[in-house]
């Protein structure tokens, strides 16, 4: 078992949970991921490692309230303990030898751009971070983004915090003010990366995109996570989470993303019907 030693709500649908696993904390790195069942007929689930902590043997989850499995892992509180807690899972992020780098998240997926940035500023690059929200009620992490970085970019879709406008609107503005990137890291929706993607490529700036499509054992025995990167099949688990953003497929594997979307919100009723009978 798994403890939950800390639970914090980061906006009305996003929630950070901090668990006591020290073997996991041990051997994490930015970009990999752990996989975790709330109860023994729980869901298997993959959320990437949003920060861990080595001398305490700790590992830090961020998820966004979406469906079944999502609502009753944050039914659970700080005491209450998971029934797994596999990992880390996945290729670690390929950061050693970045001078300057750009990461990019959008809303959720700045859980997972933070330890990517935090690891970089450790390794002494100079970060540019830009991250957009669609408003300022749901912005997550942003001291710990300032705390990183040497300049933060801040979007959002209302203009309610920072500038108004999408990513790839301050990411051009910076390139265009001459910023030479070893590399742009973006992280969030998938549309998003796709925008980014396309444009980091007319200015020819290698570009790494983080994937995180549907995952069942995390081994790459089920096939559910495969991707078409640079005309060949690979799988999210094994292969990445980290691909070339140049070379993937983004229509084939938002078609395959929004495949899973009646069954997430049919998961979301039967565990709202659920937790209101506990409640009575």
């Known amino acids: 078992m798994f403890k939950i030693l800390e639970k914090q709500a980061l906006n009305p649908t996003v929630t950070k949970m901090v668990i006591d696993a020290p073997l996991v904390a041990r051997k994490a790195e930015p970009g990999q991921f752990i996989i975790y069942r709330a109860s023994e007929d729980g869901e298997r689930v993959p959320l990437t490692i949003a920060d861990f902590d080595r001398e305490k043997g ?31 899972l996945g290729t670690p992020s390929k950061l050693e030898g970045l001078k300057k780098v750009a990461v990019v998240g959008g809303g959720v997926g700045c859980a997972i751009a933070y330890p ?6 450790q390794l002494g690059a100079e970060v540019h971070s830009v991250v957009g929200f669609r408003s300022k ?32 609107a301050a990411l051009e503005k910076l390139i265009k003010e001459g910023n030479q990137y070893d590399e742009v890291i973006a992280i969030g929706p998938l ?11 007319q200015y020819g700036i290698k570009t790494t995109v983080s994937m995180n499509p549907i995952m069942i054992d995390g081994t790459g025995m089920c096939g559910g996570c495969r991707l078409t990167v640079g005309g060949k099949t690979k799988f999210a688990c094994v292969d990445g989470p980290d691909f070339d953003g140049h070379q993937v497929d983004f229509d084939e594997a938002m078609h395959r993303g929004s495949m899973y979307r009646g069954f997430e919100a049919r998961a979301r009723e039967a565990e709202c019907e659920l937790l209101k009978k506990e409640v009575q």
Do not use: Y
């Open 191 to 201: 549309i998003m990366m796709k925008f980014v993607c396309q444009l980091t490529k």
């Open 137 to 168: 009620d749901l912005v997550i992490l942003e001291q710990e983004f300032e705390a990183v970085s040497d300049r933060v970019e801040k979007m959002s879709d209302d203009g309610t915090w920072g500038d108004k406008g999408v990513v790839t």
């Open 58 to 88: 700790t590992v830090t989850i961020i998820f966004q309230i979406v469906g079944g499995s999502t609502m009753e892992l944050n039914a659970l509180n700080a005491g209450d303990s998971l029934v797994d807690f596999v990992g880390p």
């Open 116 to 121: 990517v940035a935090k690891k970089l500023h």
